[in-house]
């Protein structure tokens, strides 16, 4: 098995251990398929932030998704997006069945595992609400896109403001073993690299949410990488932004 495929694994395996532990309806269990600071960036209701595993136990409430009829989750799929040595974006979609097999709810996200003092598991979870298989998300999609390009259009002019302007409070960004929080427009701060998309894939849509799969070259005073990174962008009253991003440097140990 080469490196990459061994990292492949570890993303699956970690999203398995995820669900696994959701299903044994046990909070301590399923905590431990996480890394600290844990956010999940949605299109729908209030964005917790739980900085420590007690924080994220404290919060769970199993017994409220066993009112609405829930047995058990399982994967419609998973697929692993990027890898790096310390970090990994996997793309999933799970499904709650009740005790007779019929589906109660779907979910897309995309998970960011991390690698944090030897403990690999979710750092952040993007989600994007289901829009079913009938729904035209090519709209919301072709939007979504557009404001990823705009923005890096934006970032390489300096032009803060505008910048400021697509982005949905608060902005997450993902690290590992920490979180980076934007939490309104003035506190936003750009680098001084210049960023090329080299590809800008549509991973998930939903009827609000979009997340996107992103190739980019920088180029800075140092010196110039390549990034990969997901993106997640929502509709969150009636404000297209992007609320959460990830980024990897591929095949190297500091990413």
């Excluded at 949905?168 to 939490?183: D, K, M, S, V």
């Excluded at 297209?240 to 990413?255: M, R």
């Amino acid at each position: 098995m080469t490196i990459a495929e061994d990292l492949e694994q570890t993303g699956l395996n970690a999203v398995d251990y995820f669900l696994e532990t959701w299903n044994s309806r046990n909070p301590e269990r399923w905590a431990d398929s996480l890394n600290f600071p844990h956010v999940r960036p949605s299109p729908i209701g209030p964005i917790r932030v739980a900085k420590t595993v007690t924080d994220y136990i404290s919060g769970v409430n199993f017994q409220r998704t066993i009112d609405t009829g829930w047995d058990h989750s399982e994967w419609d799929y998973r697929s692993v997006l990027q890898v790096s040595p310390r970090k990994i974006h996997v793309a999933g979609q799970w499904s709650r069945y009740n005790r007779d097999g019929k589906v109660i709810l779907t979910t897309p996200i995309v998970y960011i595992v991390t690698d944090d003092e030897g403990h690999w598991g979710i750092q952040s979870r993007f989600g994007s609400d289901y829009a079913g298989e009938d729904m035209d998300t090519t709209e919301l999609m072709s939007r979504g896109l557009a404001l990823v390009q705009d923005f890096v259009n934006q970032h390489n002019t300096r032009n803060q403001a505008a910048c400021a302007e697509m982005l949905n409070y608060p902005h997450f960004t993902i690290g590992i073993g920490e979180l980076a929080i934007t939490e309104e427009p003035d506190d936003l701060l750009l680098n001084d690299t210049t960023m090329k998309i080299e590809s800008l894939q549509a991973i998930q849509t939903g009827r609000h949410s979009i997340n996107v799969a992103v190739d980019l070259e920088l180029a800075g005073s140092q010196s110039n990488r390549t990034l990969q990174g997901v993106v997640h962008v929502n509709d969150r009253n009636n404000h297209l932004g992007i609320q959460a991003w990830s980024l990897l440097v591929p095949d190297t140990a500091n990413a």
